[in-house]
């Protein structure tokens, strides 16, 4: 049974930091680039980072550039997400994907998601 499990969300003060973890079984982890997303109230899903199977390669949005890293831990088929320099602004539920293309057929798999509230 595949599984994408999050956590470490939860309420933080602007300027603050949080660590998630996506914890994955069921499949083969080090195959599949992991992402994380995260969608606000009214908002559609956007992706936040990503990080290549093998951890070579990593890719974020221009809005959490700088504060945000995606390290991922292949022996313990975890990807993180650590927040710095925390912003109002990226108060949203966040997820985790796991992607691959095999034979031109995209496969993901979803966690349930976290959600993180940055606020005073």
């Known amino acids: 049974q595949v599984q994408l499990v999050e956590s470490g969300g939860g309420l933080v003060q602007p300027g603050g930091s949080l660590r998630l973890s996506c914890a994955a079984s069921g499949f083969t982890f080090s195959n599949y680039d992991m992402r994380w997303y995260r969608q606000a109230p009214g908002k559609e899903r956007e992706l936040v980072a990503q990080?290549?199977?093998?951890?070579?390669?990593?890719d974020y949005a221009d809005s959490v550039k700088g504060r945000f890293t995606i390290p991922r831990d292949n022996a313990e088929n975890t990807v993180y997400l650590q927040m710095s320099s925390l912003k109002p602004e990226d108060t949203a539920v966040y997820y985790c994907?796991?992607?691959?293309?095999?034979?031109?057929?995209?496969?993901?798999?979803w966690g349930q998601g976290t959600q993180v509230t940055v606020s005073s």
């Open positions: 994907n796991s992607h691959r293309i095999v034979f031109r057929l995209h496969q993901n798999y």
């Open positions: 990080i290549t199977s093998a951890g070579g390669r990593t």
